[in-house]
């Protein structure tokens, strides 16, 4: 068979599986537990057809987390603020958009049987969170009684309890909740963390504390 008679085929697969992960993720945004049987339907494809791109839920479960990462990666890489409480106040509250999207499939990532991968396809993320935490150790702009290594896991771990305790009847309080916490840990009073998030909202320039 001509060269030119297998790239169509191969270039309409690849589309046909960013369309099976793009309704997977949303089926999987409206109920963790969706079955491959309603994602092939939400796809339009058969159970067969799915099965020619993932050879269980499992499989396609960790596609999908991939997928995600992928965005997270793109936001984090994306942040670019004038310093560092401004740059973790921006990547906090724009992953959380973004995470407010797929909750569902965000918390399953979570789950301990993905953690492993989730760790290694967020590393960019988490790479971006360590420098910002490192920045504002070395400038006095974040607490330095504990180390950045343990102050970066303490913020990586608040938003997951945060994500995995997420509150559907009031999503907006939630995000809200994401960013103070994380610039409280970060060593800030709630005082200024009100202020902070009040010049945010105004449009203005944060405070310098």
Request: proline share 3%; hydrophobic share 45%; charged share 30%.
């Amino acid at each position: 068979m001509p060269e030119t008679a297998v790239r169509p085929s191969r270039r309409d697969a690849v589309r046909n599986r960013d369309e099976l992960l793009s309704c997977a993720q949303r089926e999987i945004a409206r109920d963790p537990r969706a079955s491959l049987a309603t994602i092939a339907r939400a796809a339009g494809l058969t159970r067969r057809a799915l099965y020619g791109h993932f050879a269980d839920r499992d499989a396609l479960v960790r596609a999908v987390i991939e997928r995600g990462a992928e965005r997270f990666n793109a936001i984090a890489l994306g942040v670019s603020a004038s310093e560092p409480l401004a740059e973790l106040t921006e990547l906090t509250t724009r992953l959380w958009q973004e995470a407010s999207l797929v909750h569902a499939s965000a918390a399953i990532a979570l789950e301990e049987r993905y953690l492993t991968l989730t760790a290694a396809s967020l590393a960019p993320v988490r790479a971006r969170l360590a420098a910002i935490v490192e920045l504002g150790q070395r400038t006095g702009r974040m607490r330095r009684d504990i180390s950045a290594a343990t102050l970066t896991r303490l913020i990586e771990e608040t938003a997951r309890t945060l994500i995995v305790r997420w509150d559907e009847q009031d999503a907006e309080a939630t995000a809200q909740l994401a960013v103070r916490a994380v610039l409280s840990i970060a060593g800030l009073s709630w005082q200024d963390v009100d202020a902070r998030l009040s010049n945010v909202d105004k449009g203005e320039a944060p405070d310098a504390r």
